[in-house]
């Protein structure tokens, strides 16, 4: 394995890692090493950063430990924008890697007197609170990393969580192209569409999973089971949008595989093969 952003940045957060969750590209680049997996069986995509979420439990004040420990193993932290400021943290001697924060936000996301609480803030670092994060910390699995030749146990995102996240990401409008005259390949306009590479993702987790469908489908009940009727009305309107009737989403998807691969499979061997995978991984739910 050859991550590493992701070694660095687990030897510096080691007084968290029985708390916080690969998650986003990285895990996925780690599910061939779960044990129901299965090998790739094309490339799969790459990103320049390293998710990890963080439970609203950990924050505190007063400490710097955790950012004084990324800085001491050359991370830098970086700030962008004003009032809904970013924060991450570059390992400048691998260009364009870095490490972003992202937890859970909760009910209305506003604290008591009406402030927005758009960040956590522990032992120095900032996390920006999003929506579903919580659904992303559910029923990890663990990988242990040999790092210096020691084996480090860390907290990778289910596979099935990851699922269901992508699922309802591909019914934002953010993540849905701009009504505009489509060129003959939007990839090489900005690396495809986000809902592309969030579909993408999907084909690609369940390729890696598709000899044991039905018993990840098993392992994710633990995840399924306490999810919120609106959570389940989301899943399955963004379900129907994806598998009902005509849709862009599945050439979008087309479009980022055939971005990032010799031999991408069509807009409709996409849609088939997630269509039946889904089914079976989430079930009742859809």
């Not at 929506?131 to 559910?138: E, G, H, I, Q």
Request: some cysteine.
């Amino acid at each position: 394995m050859n991550e590493p952003t992701l070694e660095r940045a687990v030897s510096s957060l080691t007084a968290v890692l029985n708390q916080i969750v690969v998650v986003g590209g990285t895990a996925h680049r780690l599910f061939p090493m779960h044990p129901l997996a299965g090998p790739p069986l094309a490339p799969l995509l790459t990103t320049e950063d390293v998710d990890f979420a963080a439970p609203l439990e950990l924050e505190y004040d007063g400490s710097r430990e955790l950012l004084q420990s990324l800085l001491a193993a050359g991370f830098r932290e970086e700030v962008r924008g004003a009032e809904s400021s970013v924060h991450t943290y570059h390992l400048d001697e691998h260009e364009g890697a870095y490490l972003q924060f992202i937890a859970p936000k909760v009910g209305s996301g506003e604290s008591r007197t009406g402030e927005p609480q758009r960040k956590l803030r522990f032992s120095g670092l900032v996390a920006e609170r999003l929506r579903d994060v919580d659904l992303l910390m559910r029923a990890p699995w663990t990988l242990e990393l040999e790092i210096g030749g020691m084996r480090t146990p860390i907290r990778v995102v289910n596979p099935v969580a990851f699922l269901f996240q992508k699922l309802l990401l591909t019914a934002l409008p953010s993540r849905n192209r701009a009504m505009q005259p489509m060129r003959d390949d939007p990839v090489e306009e900005a690396g495809g569409t986000k809902r592309g590479k969030d579909l993408l993702y999907v084909y690609d987790t369940l390729a890696i999973f598709v000899d044991r469908l039905e018993a990840l489908g098993v392992e994710g009940e633990t995840l399924c089971g306490p999810l919120t009727p609106k959570l389940i009305r989301r899943a399955k309107a963004a379900h129907a949008k994806l598998f009902e009737g005509k849709t862009e989403a599945w050439q979008e998807a087309a479009w980022a595989a055939k971005g990032h691969r010799n031999r991408p499979p069509s807009a409709r061997q996409m849609a088939v093969a997630c269509e039946r995978g889904l089914s079976i991984v989430l079930g009742p739910l859809l």
